[in-house]
């Protein structure tokens, strides 16, 4: 499902490892300032969780929302254009159940 069945997202498999390691660090320099908004406890709990792995990874894929895609009717974009990226974290969500039922983990 997606507004207007625009369709907007746009999957792109990373296979280079050069690409790899540049989202790697992206991840780890966002992790690392979100990880700076806590303190004491909060910091302890949030350094603690798995929030990657992608360096187990058997594949990496990277999705994105077009934002300026001309595929569908434009119903429901027209007014709320935000909805297309709503539409691809309903697509990220079901291809997550969807792999999950199949017994494939997705992070």
Same mark, same amino acid.
């Given at each position: 499902?997606? =507004?207007?069945?625009?369709e907007?997202w746009r999957? =792109?498999?990373v296979? !280079?490892e050069a690409?790899?390691?540049a =989202?790697?660090?992206n991840f780890e320099?966002?992790?690392d300032?979100a990880?700076?908004?806590?303190?004491?406890?909060k910091?302890q709990?949030?350094? !603690?969780?798995?929030? !990657?792995?992608?360096?187990?990874?058997?594949?990496?894929?990277?999705?994105?929302?077009?934002d300026a895609?001309?595929?569908g009717?434009g119903?429901?974009?027209?007014?709320?254009?935000?909805?297309?990226?709503?539409?691809?974290?309903s697509?990220?969500?079901?291809?997550w159940?969807?792999?999950?039922?199949?017994?494939?983990? =997705?992070?």
């Amino acid at each position: 499902p997606s =507004v207007g069945l625009s369709e907007p997202w746009r999957i =792109v498999r990373v296979e !280079s490892e050069a690409a790899k390691e540049a =989202v790697l660090q992206n991840f780890e320099g966002e992790n690392d300032k979100a990880l700076n908004g806590y303190d004491g406890d909060k910091k302890q709990k949030y350094a !603690s969780l798995k929030l !990657s792995g992608m360096r187990e990874a058997p594949v990496q894929l990277a999705i994105f929302c077009d934002d300026a895609t001309i595929k569908g009717a434009g119903l429901g974009a027209q007014t709320m254009p935000e909805m297309r990226r709503y539409s691809v974290v309903s697509a990220i969500t079901l291809f997550w159940l969807a792999a999950r039922c199949a017994g494939i983990g =997705v992070g």
